[in-house]
Structures are given as structure tokens and as C-alpha cells.
């Protein structure tokens, strides 16, 4: 099957199957029906497939990244979802993403993926037809050879053959409309050659800028290299912070980046999400001597001791009073909450027996309780009854509160620890006022 026959028949007459319905595949589902092709995507959450089937964006803010309404494309047939993974298995969908998550409890976990995989390989065989699986998910390396391999040949066809095998990891950036799947690089690399061309070819129809890996154990290392090699750095310049804590180390970093080779780094609570902090696992995990990786895994042990170090900070200047945290998602904006340092604190608090309450606008109050074990509050009326006041993402229900209303429910005395100077600009005011504010790097910014 060349190429073009294989893009022909997703354009014409077969559809493309998107394994998980997140974040990374509901995109990828919207960018191929935009240009035609019928898509079908599979998640275990009815609730996510009947917001799909209604033509919903139910991931905040998500519209403003993807720029135009999805109606349209579940009305003429290119875009349904479904909670029964046999409607994969037809003969009309030929081609596959699998965009699921490949990480529990802040590691590396395959039961998904290897689960999905042996769906894909119970399906029946067309005759000269073979099967188009790209892997989307970030993998632990040697994974493809380990499992995915292995369990697709179990049905007694073969990789390469009768199944067409790539992997090609995502990289753009929900916070940028511009970084998306048109316009960034995609790497995509196959079992064999004809699985990367192939495979290329189909990420072609969505994506302008295809590069092809060698093969798929590169593909496979790539995502989370360039993701360790933001993870090393960001968990340096917390290490510098807390080295120096009588000095600015955010003026440091700032002016360290005025040299043309070093980019800005900012220190912070710690790192948060599904790529970011589990990233140096997958590399060290994978690795054929991971003693060489003494930096990937020291950052990985720092890294998930920043947001005890904050809590303990937090503990000591709350002494006895209550703790209100603003914001738990990990990211600015963004609804997901998975390896937030914010909880990590919240958890932290509680434990070492500290009241603690939460806000975050994209959380219900009973999404709050269940994630976090604490009761909400309310946004910003109820900050005076806090002796500390964490701010972890930077929403922007916090940072455009004008100033007036933030003064007003803020009292002297107050102490306000911020992740990343969503309040920053209060510095002046705060210290007329009687609050001491600390971003994460200032001068005795963890004086206790």
C-alpha cells in the first residue's frame, strides 16, 4: 500500500480511530475531521463521549486554543465518539491513534496502553489491508519492542506487515494557539520504513512540518529527552533558590538569560502535569544503564521534595492559623490537576495537621473536597481569614482582581507565597499594607 493509497482511503472511504479522548486525542480528532477525514474516538467516560456527541468543548479554555466551534463537524458525520471499543474494531476504521495516558501516581504506567493493544490485535484481518497504528502517548523507551509488538503478533500477524506500527509524540502547547499540530514539528518514527512513511504520510494530512526518525527506538526517546531536558533545568534554578536563599535568584536567572545561549528558567513550587515530572522517570526507566543519568535522577527526587519544602514553609509562618491555597490545577488556565504541586501541599498541610482551604474557578466546590480532602472558599472575599495565602497557577481570575479589591481583602499581617508572581506587581502596596509577599526565588523568600 503506497502512501497516497492510504491517505486516499482515510480522505475517501475509511476512518481514522482516536484511542482516549483527552487533551492530546480530542485534538488530533478535530484537526483530521477539519480536513475530512471521519473520525471516531473511544473513551471509557460516557460522560466525555456524550459531550463529544453534542459537539461540546468540555475541556476550559480549550475553544480559544482550537478557534472555531466543533458543531458543525458531529453534524456532517466527521467527528462522534463512543464508550464501546468494539466500534474500533470494524472494518471501517483502518487507522489509529492512541493518544492515552501512560502515567499513575507520578510514574510510568503501560496497563492502558498494552490494554488498548490487545483490543487492536482482536481485530478480525483484512486480506492485503494491513493496520495503521500510530502511538501518540509518551512511552517508557523499548516499550514498542517489549509489549506493543509482542501483543499485536500474538494474533498471528506481523509488524510491519500486517500491522503498520509508529510512534509519533505530541509536543504542541495548549497555551499558544499558534503551537498546535499544523504548525510545530512532528516527529514520527516506524517498526520499518514502510510503517514511518506511511505513518508520516497520514500525520501529513493535520501537520505541515513531518520529521522521520531512523526508527521507532528514537521516536520513542525523543519525547521524553526534550521533556527531561526542560525538567533537569527547571528543578536546577529550584535548587539555586533554596542554595541562596538570602539572595535574588530571580534576578540571577533573569540576567543569566541575557546571554544568547541560556533560556529564561524561573524557580518554582514544583513541576506539574502528565509530561514535565515524569519525564526523567521514562528516560532512567528505559535506559540500558540509567547509573549514567545521575542528574535525571536527582532531579526527580528533588523535584517531588519541592512541594513538601513549601508546605513546611507555609506550616511555620501559618502557627496555628488557617492556610488558603489559590489554585489547584498545575498550569494557568487549564483544568488538569495531575502531579500539581498544589496538591502535593494541600496534602503536605493537612498531614502535619494545618486547617487548610482551597479556590480554583475551574473546580466545582465538591471536585475541590474529593481531589483535595479540604473544603473550598470563596474567591476573593474569603482571604482574610487566612494567616498564609498560597498562590500556585497564575489563573486569570487572580491576576486581573483589580488591585483595589485584592488590598481590601487582604489584612496586615498576612504572609503570601507565590508560585510564579501572579501578584507580583502588589509588591509595593503589600508592604504598606503589612503583608509580607514572597515569589518563589526572592531574597529570603524561605526565611522561616
Same mark, same amino acid.
Given at each position: 500500500?503506497?502512501v497516497?493509497?492510504?491517505k ?22 478535530i ?5 475530512? =477525514? &471521519?473520525?471516531? +474516538?473511544?473513551?471509557?467516560?460516557k460522560?466525555?463521549v456524550?459531550?463529544i ?20 463537524? =458531529? ?5 462522534? $465518539?463512543?464508550?464501546n471499543?468494539?466500534?474500533l ?10 493518544? %492515552? ?12 496502553l498494552?490494554?488498548v493493544?490487545?483490543?487492536?490485535? !482482536? ?10 497504528? %500510530?502511538?501518540?502517548?509518551t512511552l #517508557? ?5 517489549? $509489549?506493543?509488538?509482542? %501483543? ?7 509488524a510491519?506487515?500486517?500491522?503498520l ?6 509536543r504542541?502547547?495548549f ?17 520499518d520504513?514502510?510503517? #514511518? ?9 493535520? !501537520? ?9 527506538k528514537?521516536a ?5 529527552v ?8 527547571a ?35 514544583g513541576?506539574?502535569g ?6 526523567s522517570k ?11 543519568? #545521575? ?7 528533588f523535584?517531588?521534595?519541592q ?20 489554585g ?10 495531575t ?10 498541610l493537612t498531614?502535619?495537621g ?23 472558599f ?12 498560597v498562590?500556585?497557577?497564575?489563573? &486569570? ?9 485584592v ?22 502596596e ?9 515569589? %518563589?526565588?526572592?531574597?529570603?523568600? +524561605?526565611?522561616?
Amino acid at each position: 500500500m503506497t502512501v497516497k493509497h492510504q491517505k486516499d482511503l482515510l480522505l475517501n472511504k475509511t476512518s481514522l480511530g482516536i484511542w482516549g479522548s483527552g487533551y492530546i486525542g480530542f485534538t488530533s480528532a478535530i484537526n483530521f475531521a477539519l480536513k475530512g =477525514v &471521519r473520525v471516531v +474516538c473511544y473513551d471509557t467516560n460516557k460522560e466525555i463521549v456524550d459531550s463529544i456527541n453534542r459537539g461540546e468543548v468540555r475541556i476550559p479554555n480549550l475553544e480559544y486554543w482550537i478557534g472555531f466551534s466543533v458543531k458543525p463537524l =458531529v453534524k456532517e458525520g466527521l467527528l462522534r $465518539a463512543t464508550s464501546n471499543w468494539k466500534d474500533l474494531t470494524g472494518k471501517d476504521v483502518r487507522a489509529h491513534l492512541v493518544a %492515552i495516558p501512560t502515567e499513575r501516581g507520578g510514574d510510568p504506567w503501560d496497563g492502558p496502553l498494552k490494554d488498548v493493544v490487545g483490543k487492536l490485535a !482482536s481485530k478480525p484481518a483484512v486480506k492485503d489491508y494491513p493496520e495503521l497504528v %500510530i502511538i501518540e502517548s509518551t512511552l #517508557t523507551p523499548n516499550l514498542i519492542e517489549d $509489549a506493543v509488538v509482542p %501483543i499485536l503478533e500474538a494474533s498471528g500477524r506481523k509488524a510491519g506487515k500486517d500491522f503498520l506500527i509508529a510512534v509519533a509524540p505530541r509536543r504542541d502547547w495548549f497555551h499558544s494557539p499558534e503551537k498546535n499540530l499544523k504548525n510545530l514539528k512532528r516527529v514520527v518514527g516506524g517498526v520499518d520504513k514502510r510503517s #514511518t512513511e506511511v505513518a508520516a504520510g497520514v500525520l501529513g494530512i493535520v !501537520s505541515d512540518h513531518i520529521l522521520k526518525a531512523s526508527n521507532h527506538k528514537v521516536a520513542e526517546l525523543v519525547k521524553s529527552v526534550e521533556n527531561s531536558l526542560l525538567h533537569v533545568p527547571a528543578v536546577y534554578a529550584m535548587q539555586l533558590a533554596r542554595a541562596y536563599p538570602s539572595l535574588d535568584i530571580n534576578e540571577v536567572l533573569e540576567l543569566a538569560s541575557t546571554h544568547w545561549r541560556i533560556p529564561r528558567y524561573y524557580p518554582t513550587m514544583g513541576t506539574g502535569g502528565y509530561c514535565i515530572p515524569v519525564s526523567s522517570k521514562y528516560v532512567v526507566q528505559g535506559a540500558e544503564h540509567p547509573e549514567f543519568l #545521575t542528574m535525571a535522577q536527582d532531579a526527580i527526587r528533588f523535584d517531588a521534595d519541592q512541594a513538601a519544602f513549601v508546605a513546611g514553609l507555609a506550616a511555620a509562618h501559618a502557627k496555628g492559623g488557617k492556610v488558603g491555597v489559590l489554585g489547584i490545577a498545575y498550569k494557568a488556565d487549564l483544568k488538569v490537576h495531575t502531579l500539581s504541586p498544589a496538591i502535593s501541599i494541600i496534602r503536605n498541610l493537612t498531614e502535619r495537621g494545618i486547617r487548610v482551604l482551597a479556590n480554583d474557578p475551574y473546580y466545582t466546590t465538591e471536585e475541590i473536597n474529593s481531589l483535595t480532602g479540604v473544603e473550598s472558599f470563596d474567591y476573593p472575599d474569603g482571604l482574610k481569614g487566612f494567616k498564609v495565602v498560597v498562590i500556585v497557577p497564575e489563573h &486569570r481570575l487572580y491576576t486581573q482582581t483589580p488591585k483595589s479589591v485584592v488590598l481590601k481583602s487582604l489584612r496586615k499581617g498576612q504572609i503570601i507565597i507565590d508560585n510564579t508572581g501572579a501578584w507580583e506587581s502588589l509588591r509595593e502596596e503589600f508592604r504598606e499594607k503589612g503583608v509580607t509577599y514572597h515569589k %518563589i526565588g526572592d531574597s529570603g523568600w +524561605c526565611k522561616r
